[in-house]
């Protein structure tokens, strides 16, 4: 059974960190692309960061260079370095694995993160950004 675990999230002043993790369990990384995603208060769900099996890696432009996606592939794992946070990153945040098939997009700059191409969802993790 494929089985996604956020953790790491919490409240957090502006200007500072959180870490969230994404444990992945029932699949191997080697054929899935793992993306980031988040939701705030009656805003759609939005993709924010990709990595795929290769190690491509894709950014939202509302997180890049403020986000860093790395996979920690001996324990199946998959974090989100977030620094600099704001207001507006307050959110519900999901991680989600797509199994990567030549009719869906690649983890690679500028290309998107759709959620509907994700297979596999986390049951999110709340984040909390206090001005």
């Known amino acids: 059974e494929v089985q996604l675990v956020e953790s790491g999230g919490g409240l957090v002043q502006a200007g500072g960190s959180l870490r969230l993790s994404c444990a992945a369990s029932?699949?191997?990384?080697?054929?899935?692309?793992i993306g980031w995603f988040r939701q705030a208060p009656g805003k759609e769900r939005e993709g924010i960061s990709c990595?795929?099996?290769?190690?491509?890696?894709d950014y939202d432009l509302s997180v890049k260079d403020r986000f860093t996606i790395f996979a920690d592939n001996a324990r199946n794992t998959v974090l989100l370095q977030m620094d600099s946070l704001n207001s507006e990153d307050t959110a519900v945040y999901y991680c989600?694995?797509?199994?990567?098939?030549?009719?869906?997009?690649?983890?690679?700059?500028?290309?998107?993160?759709?959620?509907?191409?994700?297979?596999?969802w986390g049951q999110g993790t709340q984040v909390t950004v206090s001005s």
């Open positions: 989600a694995a797509k199994e990567e098939r030549w009719d869906r997009r690649s983890c690679i700059p500028f290309n998107g993160i759709r959620p509907e191409e994700y297979d596999h």
């Open positions: 029932g699949f191997s990384f080697d054929d899935y692309t």
């Open positions: 990595i795929s099996s290769s190690g491509t890696l």
